[in-house]
């Protein structure tokens, strides 16, 4: 039986039970959201005592130095003494707008009071001052000098309902980051490249494909967007912009239902994606947004040819209870 | 603690470097998880919500049916499998598989003899795979 003390609580971990869930199961508060090892809310440290390298897959090398590790994915093998992660490695952020983009997506902007390093289209988790976590990903590029988010209000959503309408400007939140692999990688600049999303997973697809253009990529650049109805789809004329400005970059949208024709494409954007291109051999791909849609359009990517390591996506994983 | 074995060539050249060593996997293994995925008999074995880890699979697989190194016993090809033979995989399922792996290897222009070296390999992992 392994035991983990956590300030100043002392609990025994049932077989086969994460960090994160035996202290959930005494009660002691831990942030958290994923439950996945991949939005970094649990991020706790290690004082004494061996965590297993899998609980600390993915994290910076500095990070790890410092005994930080993912609870949620953390099966101790033997006795562990862990303190909250995180102070040293969040920085403190300002919300400075709040614009509402459709009935259900809110960019917010944020300013950084310390440097905040990252590739577009990699994502934070942002951290209300009562420890909420939640991720969310970045859809600006570094030199721009505030952190730009898109954010769904998810029905009964705790960050994304505040967000939506309880935050002000001027609120300060904490930012922990980034994290992710999805993002545009220099090199092969004649490559074709196809982005999907669906709903704010356009968010860290806004990022990459202006990363891709701004880094001199020649290869075609595909945008597909998908949204429930057309009054969904949003920065559609910035997008149709530059795709006017770029001979290489196309935008297309792409709603379930309409009443009226419209600058969109009526259809499953899957379907729609594949009415278009259906040979992806040499190709790369980036899909983002809802975990079940980015799942079923990874495996089309890959059955139309596309190989796996160029196949870079990002599910929005819910928060787990 | 079950002993792991290694599949140890005797010849001078070894299977495994005349099919192309690790670059060969790695050429194979996208080709050979997308015939996976097409192939209606078998498909659903392999429908993972986690794409990448289904594929890290095929790829052991291929390592070992390449006759590379690799660290499967019989005990880990048992338990490894004891649930899909609990969804019914059966012969017909193993023999669709080396099927397939046979297609991958030609489309890569192997030689016959090669492919039938890598199947031999396949086909004595059968009654491990099966649970008999
Ligand atoms: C890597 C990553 C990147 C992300 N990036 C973004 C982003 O850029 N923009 C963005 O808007 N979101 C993004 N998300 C999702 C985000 O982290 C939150 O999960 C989301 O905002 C909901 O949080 P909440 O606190 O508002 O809802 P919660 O209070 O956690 O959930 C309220 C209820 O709604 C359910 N629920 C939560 N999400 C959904 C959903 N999608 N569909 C249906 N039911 C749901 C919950 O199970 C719960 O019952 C990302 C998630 C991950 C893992």
């Known amino acids: ?321 | 603690m079950h002993s792991k074995c290694i599949f140890l060539p005797t010849a001078n050249s070894t299977l495994f470097d005349q099919l192309g060593g690790q670059a060969a996997v790695e050429a194979a293994v996208d080709n050979f998880y997308r015939k996976v995925l097409k192939d209606d008999r078998v498909s659903h074995f392999f429908d993972a919500v986690d794409m990448d880890r289904q594929r890290a699979k095929q790829k052991a697989f291929l390592t070992m049916a390449f006759g590379g190194p690799h660290n499967y016993s019989g005990k880990d090809m048992r338990t490894g499998h004891a649930h899909l033979v609990a969804r019914g995989l059966n012969d017909s399922h193993v023999d669709a598989i080396i099927e397939l792996l046979g297609g991958t290897l030609r489309d890569m222009g192997v030689q016959e003899a090669l492919i039938q070296q890598v199947a031999a390999i396949a086909e004595s992992t059968r009654n491990d795979v099966l649970n008999r």
């Not at chain 1, 999805?182 to 990363?211: H, K, M, N, S, W």
């Not at chain 1, 379907?271 to 278009?276: D, L």
């Open chain 1, 1 to 321: 039986m392994v035991t983990v003390r956590y300030g100043t609580h002392t609990c025994e971990l049932k077989e086969g039970e994460s960090l994160l869930d035996g202290l959930l199961r005494h009660g002691v508060p831990v942030a958290h959201a994923c439950k996945a090892g991949s939005c970094g809310s649990c991020l706790l440290r290690s004082v004494e005592g061996q965590v297993p390298p899998s609980a600390q897959a993915g994290l910076k090398d500095s990070w790890k130095a410092r005994g930080y590790f993912l609870a949620c994915v953390c099966h101790p093998t033997g006795d562990l003494i862990a303190e909250p992660g995180g102070s040293d490695i969040r920085i403190a952020a300002t919300i400075t707008a709040l614009d509402h983009l459709t009935h259900d997506v809110v960019r917010v902007h944020l300013a950084c009071q310390a440097p905040f390093d990252f590739r577009p289209g990699q994502y934070l988790t942002l951290f209300r001052d009562d420890g909420l976590a939640r991720s969310y990903s970045i859809a600006n590029l570094p030199e721009e000098r505030e952190i730009e988010l898109h954010v769904r209000r998810v029905p009964n959503g705790r960050m994304s309902g505040w967000l939506f309408e309880g935050a002000r400007t001027g609120a300060q939140v904490q930012l922990q980051g980034p994290s992710g692999e999805c993002f545009y990688v220099p090199g092969r600049q004649d490559q074709p490249i196809l982005l999907i999303a669906t709903g704010t997973g356009l968010a860290p697809l806004y990022g990459i494909v202006r990363d891709a253009l701004r880094s001199g990529h020649r290869g075609p650049i595909h945008l597909f967007h998908g949204a429930t109805r057309p009054e969904g789809l949003y920065l559609a004329k910035e997008l149709a912009a530059m795709s006017a400005a770029h001979g290489n970059m196309s935008y297309t949208a792409c709603v379930l239902q309409a009443d009226a024709p419209g600058p969109f494409e009526i259809g499953q954007i899957g379907q729609v994606v594949a009415s278009r291109f259906s040979e992806l051999d040499g190709w790369r791909g980036f899909v983002c947004g809802d975990p079940s849609v980015v799942r079923s359009l990874k495996q089309q990517l890959f059955l139309a040819g596309m190989a796996m390591r160029d196949i870079y996506t990002d599910a929005f994983l819910p928060s787990a209870a």
